[in-house]
């Protein structure tokens, strides 16, 4: 037919044809019309069901939730409605389509029956309905997959359209951080990646109800602005630190939990290994082995040793305090807390099997040997508690070594017999000349051949030779006169009457005095306990000697609690003082012309020998307690236990060239974990709950999780509770107060719930009053978390009160600092800005200490600085940032009492009724405050999609327990959880970089549990962190140094040593001659330092034949020998001039009337000592050597041959000089 018509219109129709033609089309076009009429009156019967569909509230109420609904969603509408209008357009049958919108209508009012019905009951969330309109019309006319994607779309509440509106709208978005002035569309992204148009719906999809649909994706989230700025700025990260030259962590830090019976106090070094005193022994590593892999899990370290570098363990020994080198002797020296001294015989071949043991032992004190020291003559120096100074006689040490294994226990009597108290023979008739204060340091001047007794407030200066007391003086310099005063050493015996003592009745005056003095004494203490605690005290703890070292130049170096860093000569006269850090200086190093100096904030810094500062970094996160040089490196000890060696050269090109080589292999030692950490926060009312509470709230929803925390509010309120625990907290930091028995009832009973003895293990907890914070770990994951710490910081009345406030627990987790802090914030609706001021004073005064349930107690050894709370001063000096500013991951969580605004009880009711959660968000009073920047500032909350959790009456279940009684508080989403990771880009992906990424895949209230007026509410957050893997980056640190072309010839101009020349080889000595020789600097450029000391001393028989040298202890020097100054420095083109003298030595034991009593059995022989003259750079890792031999010519008159090796060098002949010494200047003075 339509073939036909298309020829007749090719020639002319008859006229008749023609007629009906038109006729025609004029009944097309009316029936046309007559189609455009009933497409149009479709279009209303559409709009109409969608208006009776829509969820509106009802009652007086709903025009204006009518109009709020319409206001932002009106060009949604529309565009809608126009799609709908095309599509019926290509319909065939328009008939059909109104059958369809007649089909829609019913369904629609069923729900609405449906929603009638289930309105204020059931305590699951109610099914939610569609709300399109576009949604309603499509039913066969799209394909199915377009019309699962628009359900998709459909589904999500008001502000998710928004948001994905503002994508699909923008490809090229970053961060989608809003401004105080921006609109709502800024303030939210999905967890998902946006690429052009397209979303990837099934990574923003959630349930309506408060969790999600699928529980394998996460949640939309909502986050505050602010964020990016100050403290609210997540740290930066990166796989090399950037602030600090690159390291080799010997030892990476260890879990603290891990390291119980087994703490690291103190290093020393030899010149192929590291020695560690620890608490159950010693330790070493060999240097050999400094850059091979870990043992790793399941070899033979103990656990928090696994990347560490293989080391050997001792025996097991009570708590090592102290260690000393004698390259003499080729031993260990050890200090124990039980008072014994114990050798270790160096470069043995260590075995695996078994722990090696000491050569032998003797008893020294009584109490702990918290130091000792081994002087220029070879004696070891010991102090211990109360002042005592003891000293041990290399003679009868050089004996006991030489008795064999059966004579050990004669070689222990031997030296224990041996011993000098250096504090008796300072005390005449019950006056001490020294302190009675525990002697913290013992320090060997070797250049003026002097030793150091360091007390907390004084010093006493002795000489190495004659062990006498030259001096005693205090911190500020002063000399003391202590012969005078009554000496509180002695020791003080109870005066009792022979008589029985009766026990007399006292009267009511004397009982009056005792009152008065126990009140007095309390509130003293309680006074002191206050400025403890805030960070002050009295102003001589700011002056205790924590810290002393010798500097190459001979200068004594000693440092104080409160940062300060004294200057003194080699007669103990202060010369002037620095301060470079306010922080404790806990240790000190000296090498060459550099200082290195360990504080308590974690700090290194490094002066030159003039005290100006050369450079200071970070080097852990905890107090540095030793420093020491070994193997062209500066090892640092932090009190956790980590060992981390700098380069002694440190600041250096050599740092940037291993920063870069490390950072390009960051992928070798980079290691992705997941873990899962359901935190739960409830407002309890003082009450308590049921085990199915419980397992409703935790037990149902640790199936997958690694991580339990869970904050209480109001566990335990009253004026008289929160007054005791006010007065509790005022010691807590010293005592170790914890919380009360009804917070101990609430953990064991959670515990159950999470099957607490198979599953999880409870890790720590806090309670600040009504406040309590706990945490629980799966016990698979145990080895890789730990380190808690705690806090709390009061927010009630005057601050102080615990009412209000916020408890927090910081937790390393994979090397990755998490802090999760549980608060209750000011009530009621007005007090919007006392919230935010809370939040504010939590966030930046929670600073963290350990546990008290962590403290041990044998930190013997440690200076009581490392072990004292950390005030304001002693955090770590990154711009006086606050502890949670610094971590990888906060949680926010607790009830925050922040309230629905510009809304009436019954309209909060008809939206929560309607589940319109939409509508109540934007009446969210914290969500507004985040918006602005005022509160919770770059934090990230998923969207409320639960019921408000506050208030309702106990005992009701469903959303019809909200209260109704006369105040009628209006329903408030009070309960809540945030967090902020390591992301500054909504993009990041989990890196080094960026080593901490969450996301919120569970956010619920579990509106079945009514023992409170608040619900419980939880949430499950999955966290993606990156870590390093420490042996797998030690190993290529060491591959970096072997092999990089470009460090090589850095290193090797580290070896250059100033050439120096000496003026003889050989000197002669008569009885109490004195002779100097002089030591050269030729370079025009560079200093020289020097140290001499004694290879060991000969015997020369009658045929001129010297016996085997034999040296003594630190190749320290024969008591006839003086060498003088023994150390020191020589400028460019100067010249050092040192003195040997001869003095004969008896002490007064060999004494007797005057008379020396081995008169008749004096060795006649001559005797013959090699001194070695070491001469290094400024950061020399070896030394270039000369050798002097000095001989003591016993008959008077020269031997008639020498035996100079040097022809080329004169030898010094003796030369008579009565006075005791000749040319004594010093390392300065005696420069010409």
């Known amino acids: 037919m339509n073939d036909r018509?298309?020829?007749?219109?090719?020639?002319?129709?008859?006229?008749?044809?023609?007629?009906?033609?038109?006729?025609?089309?004029?009944?097309?076009?009316?029936?046309?019309?007559?189609?455009?009429?009933?497409?149009?009156?479709?279009?209303?019967?559409?709009?109409?069901?969608?208006?009776?569909?829509?969820?509106?509230?009802?009652?007086?109420?709903?025009?204006?939730?009518?109009?709020?609904?319409?206001?932002?969603?009106?060009?949604?509408?529309?565009?809608?409605?126009?799609?709908?209008?095309?599509?019926?357009?290509?319909?065939?049958?328009?008939?059909?389509?109104?059958?369809?919108?007649?089909?829609?209508?019913?369904?629609?009012?069923?729900?609405?029956?449906?929603?009638d019905m289930l309105a204020g009951v059931s305590t699951s969330p109610p099914r939610r309905k569609t709300q399109s309109y576009s949604h309603q019309l499509r039913t066969n006319t799209v394909p199915h997959n377009a019309n699962k994607r628009q359900h998709q779309l459909r589904k999500h509440s008001l502000d998710e359209n928004r948001m994905l509106n503002h994508h699909q709208g923008s490809k090229n978005s970053g961060y989608y951080n809003g401004t105080p002035d921006s609109s709502?569309?800024?303030?939210?992204?999905?967890?998902?990646?946006?690429?052009?148009?397209?979303?990837?719906?099934?990574?923003?999809?959630?349930?309506?109800?408060?969790?999600?649909?699928?529980?394998?994706?996460?949640?939309?989230?909502?986050?505050?602005?602010?964020?990016?700025?100050?403290?609210?700025?997540?740290?930066?990260?990166?796989?090399?630190?950037?602030?600090?030259?690159?390291?080799?962590?010997?030892?990476?830090?260890?879990?603290?939990?891990?390291?119980?019976?087994?703490?690291?106090?103190?290093?020393?070094?030899?010149?192929?290994?590291?020695?560690?005193?620890?608490?159950?022994?010693?330790?070493?590593?060999?240097?050999?082995?400094?850059?091979?892999?870990?043992?790793?899990?399941?070899?033979?370290?103990?656990?928090?040793?696994?990347?560490?570098?293989?080391?050997?363990?001792?025996?097991?020994?009570?708590?090592?305090?102290?260690?000393?080198?004698?390259?003499?002797?080729?031993?260990?020296?050890?200090?124990?807390?039980?008072?014994?001294?114990?050798?270790?015989?160096?470069?043995?071949?260590?075995?695996?099997?078994?722990?090696?043991?000491?050569?032998f032992w003797w008893q020294a004190h009584r109490g702990p040997i918290l130091s000792m020291e081994i002087s220029s003559y070879g004696d070891i120096w010991t102090g211990s508690e109360g002042g005592t100074i003891r000293v041990w006689p290399w003679e009868a040490v050089e004996k006991s070594l030489s008795l064999s294994p059966e004579e050990k226990h004669m070689a222990t009597l031997l030296v224990e017999r041996s011993c000098i108290d250096l504090k008796s023979h300072v005390t005449v008739n019950g006056a001490c000349s020294i302190s009675s204060s525990d002697v913290k340091a013992l320090v060997s001047d070797h250049v003026h051949a002097k030793v150091w007794a360091v007390g907390s407030l004084s010093f006493s200066l002795w000489d190495a030779r004659t062990r006498e007391l030259v001096k005693v003086f205090t911190v500020d310099g002063q000399t003391e006169n202590r012969p005078d005063e009554k000496s509180s050493c002695q020791e003080q015996q109870p005066v009792e009457d022979e008589?029985?003592?009766?026990?007399?009745?006292?009267?009511?005056?004397?009982?009056?005095?005792?009152?008065?003095?126990?009140?007095?004494?309390?509130?003293?203490?309680?006074?002191?306990?206050?400025?403890?605690?805030?960070?002050?005290?009295?102003?001589?703890?700011?002056?205790?000697?924590?810290?002393?070292?010798?500097?190459?130049?001979?200068?004594?170096?000693?440092?104080?609690?409160?940062?300060?860093?004294?200057?003194?000569?080699?007669?103990?006269?202060?010369?002037?003082?620095?301060?470079?850090?306010p922080c404790g200086i806990l240790c000190f190093c000296c090498y060459g012309a550099r200082i290195w100096i360990g504080y308590v904030s974690g700090m290194v810094q490094i002066i030159d020998l003039e005290g100006n500062l050369i450079a200071g970094w970070v080097t852990h996160n905890g107090p540095v307690i030793k420093l020491v040089v070994g193997n062209g490196c500066v090892y640092s000890l932090a009190t956790h236990g980590g060992i981390r060696g700098w380069h002694v050269s440190s600041p250096s090109p050599v740092d940037d060239i291993l920063r870069t080589q490390l950072s390009d292999r960051e992928i070798r030692y980079t290691r992705l974990e997941n873990l899962r950490i359901l935190v739960g926060t409830w407002n309890v009312g003082q009450g308590r709950a049921s085990h199915a509470a419980l397992m409703s709230w935790l037990g149902s929803a640790v199936a997958d999780v690694g991580i339990v925390v869970v904050g209480l509010q109001e566990v335990e309120m009253g004026a008289g509770f929160l007054a005791m625990s006010a007065a509790k907290e005022t010691v807590k930091k010293q005592v170790g107060l914890e919380g009360s028995a009804i917070g101990q009832w609430w953990q064991d009973h959670i515990g159950k719930a999470l099957d607490e003895d198979n599953t999880f293990e409870r890790v720590g907890s806090r309670q600040l009053a009504g406040l309590m914070i706990a945490i629980w770990v799966r016990k698979s994951l145990r080895s890789h978390a730990g380190d808690l710490d705690v806090s709390a910081v009061a927010c009630g009345l005057g601050r102080a009160i615990g009412n209000k406030g916020g408890v927090g627990l910081r937790l390393r987790v994979y090397d990755r600092i998490m802090c999760f802090v549980n608060c209750h914030l000011a009530a009621h609706l007005e007090a919007v800005n006392k919230r935010n001021s809370d939040f504010d004073h939590i966030f930046r005064n929670m600073t963290f200490a350990r546990s008290s349930n962590l403290l041990n107690n044998s930190a013997a050894g440690v200076s009581s600085a490392a072990q004292m709370p950390r005030s304001a001063n002693d955090k770590s000096p990154d711009d006086g940032k606050p502890d949670l500013a610094e971590a990888d991951m906060i949680i926010f969580f607790g009830d925050f009492n922040y309230r629905l605004f510009g809304i009436s009880y019954d309209e909060a009711r008809d939206f929560v009724s309607q589940r319109s959660f939409d509508w109540l968000r934007e009446k969210d009073q914290l969500r507004a405050e985040m918006k602005?920047?005022?509160?919770?500032?770059?934090?990230?909350?998923?969207?409320?999609?639960?019921?408000?959790?506050?208030?309702?009456?106990?005992?009701?279940?469903?959303?019809?327990?909200?209260?109704?009684?006369?105040?009628?508080?209006?329903?408030?989403?009070?309960?809540?959880?945030?967090?902020?990771?390591?992301?500054?880009?909504?993009?990041?992906?989990?890196?080094?970089?960026?080593?901490?990424?969450?996301?919120?895949?569970?956010?619920e209230a579990r509106m079945d549990v009514t023992e409170s007026d608040h619900k419980p509410v939880r949430c499950k957050l999955n966290v993606d962190i990156a870590h390093v893997d420490r042996s797998?980056?030690?190993?290529?640190?060491?591959?970096?140094?072997?092999?990089?072309?470009?460090?090589?010839?850095?290193?090797?101009?580290?070896?250059?040593?100033?050439?120096?020349?000496?003026?003889?080889?050989?000197?002669?000595?008569?009885?109490?001659?004195?002779?100097?020789?002089?030591?050269?600097?030729?370079?025009?450029?560079?200093s020289a330092f020097y140290q001499i000391l004694c290879q060991g001393q000969a015997t020369v028989n009658e045929n001129e034949v010297a016996s085997e040298y034999r040296p003594r202890?630190?190749?320290?020097?024969?008591?006839?020998?003086?060498?003088?100054?023994?150390?020191?420095?020589?400028?460019?083109?100067?010249?050092?001039?040192?003195?040997?003298?001869?003095?004969?030595?008896?002490?007064?034991?060999?004494?007797?009337?005057?008379?020396?009593?081995?008169?008749?059995?004096?060795?006649?022989?001559?005797?013959?000592?090699?001194?070695?003259?070491?001469?290094?750079?400024?950061?020399?890792?070896?030394?270039r050597t000369h050798r002097v031999h000095v001989r003591h010519i016993f008959s008077g008159s020269p031997p008639s041959t020498t035996a100079a090796p040097a022809a080329a060098q004169p030898s010094m002949e003796p030369k008579r000089n009565t006075s005791k010494k000749h040319g004594t200047g010093s390392h300065r003075g005696g420069q010409h």
């Not at 930066?236 to 010997?250: D, F, K, Q, T, Y």
């Not at 959880?977 to 989990?990: A, K, Q, T």
């Not at 640190?1037 to 050989?1066: C, D, M, Q």
Request: hydrophobic fraction near 30%.
């Open 932 to 1003: 602005a920047g005022k509160v919770f500032q770059g934090m990230r909350e998923a969207l409320v999609r639960f019921p408000p959790t506050y208030k309702f009456e106990r005992g009701k279940p469903g959303l019809g327990g909200y209260d109704s009684g006369e105040k009628k508080r209006i329903p408030a989403w009070c309960d809540r959880v945030l967090y902020r990771d390591n992301r500054s880009n909504p993009s990041d992906e989990c890196s080094l970089e960026c080593p901490v990424v969450a996301s919120i895949f569970q956010y």
């Open 184 to 359: 709502d569309e800024d303030d939210f992204y999905p967890y998902s990646t946006i690429t052009d148009h397209h979303v990837d719906h099934q990574r923003i999809e959630a349930d309506g109800g408060g969790g999600g649909d699928d529980p394998h994706q996460p949640l939309m989230e909502f986050m505050g602005n602010g964020g990016g700025i100050g403290i609210f700025k997540a740290p930066s990260r990166a796989p090399v630190n950037p602030n600090r030259p690159p390291c080799i962590e010997l030892r990476p830090h260890p879990l603290r939990e891990t390291q119980v019976g087994k703490f690291i106090r103190t290093i020393t070094s030899t010149e192929t290994q590291l020695w560690a005193g620890q608490e159950s022994g010693v330790r070493v590593w060999n240097y050999a082995d400094a850059y091979k892999p870990g043992i790793g899990t399941g070899g033979r370290a103990r656990r928090g040793d696994e990347d560490a570098a293989p080391f050997y363990e001792s025996a097991s020994t009570p708590p090592t305090i102290c260690l000393i080198v004698d390259q003499g002797s080729k031993l260990v020296w050890s200090g124990h807390k039980d008072g014994k001294i114990r050798s270790w015989k160096m470069d043995l071949n260590f075995s695996d099997e078994n722990g090696f043991r000491e050569c």
């Open 1113 to 1183: 202890g630190w190749l320290g020097f024969p008591r006839w020998l003086e060498v003088t100054p023994a150390a020191g420095m020589i400028g460019p083109e100067q010249v050092a001039d040192v003195s040997v003298h001869h003095e004969e030595f008896h002490t007064s034991e060999e004494f007797v009337d005057g008379i020396p009593q081995s008169w008749w059995s004096e060795d006649t022989r001559d005797k013959e000592v090699v001194l070695l003259v070491n001469i290094r750079g400024s950061c020399t890792s070896q030394p």
């Open 5 to 115: 018509s298309d020829e007749d219109d090719r020639r002319p129709p008859p006229r008749k044809a023609a007629t009906k033609s038109e006729e025609d089309k004029k009944s097309a076009r009316k029936e046309d019309k007559k189609n455009a009429q009933a497409r149009k009156q479709n279009a209303k019967t559409k709009d109409k069901s969608e208006e009776e569909c829509r969820k509106a509230p009802s009652g007086k109420h709903a025009a204006k939730a009518h109009v709020k609904f319409e206001e932002p969603n009106e060009d949604r509408l529309a565009e809608d409605n126009n799609r709908a209008r095309k599509e019926d357009d290509k319909a065939p049958n328009h008939n059909a389509k109104t059958k369809t919108a007649e089909e829609q209508n019913h369904r629609c009012a069923g729900e609405r029956n449906e929603e």
């Open 1032 to 1086: 797998v980056r030690r190993q290529e640190f060491g591959k970096i140094l072997e092999s990089n072309e470009s460090i090589k010839p850095h290193l090797e101009a580290l070896r250059f040593v100033p050439e120096t020349s000496l003026n003889t080889n050989k000197i002669l000595l008569n009885n109490q001659d004195t002779i100097s020789f002089n030591i050269t600097n030729m370079s025009k450029e560079h």
């Open 499 to 581: 008589a029985n003592v009766k026990l007399v009745s006292k009267s009511k005056k004397e009982k009056s005095n005792f009152l008065q003095r126990s009140r007095n004494a309390i509130m003293g203490a309680a006074d002191a306990v206050r400025r403890a605690a805030k960070g002050g005290g009295t102003s001589e703890d700011g002056k205790r000697t924590e810290a002393i070292v010798l500097a190459s130049d001979g200068m004594i170096w000693t440092g104080s609690s409160n940062g300060t860093l004294i200057q003194w000569d080699g007669n103990g006269n202060r010369v002037q003082e620095y301060t470079h850090h």
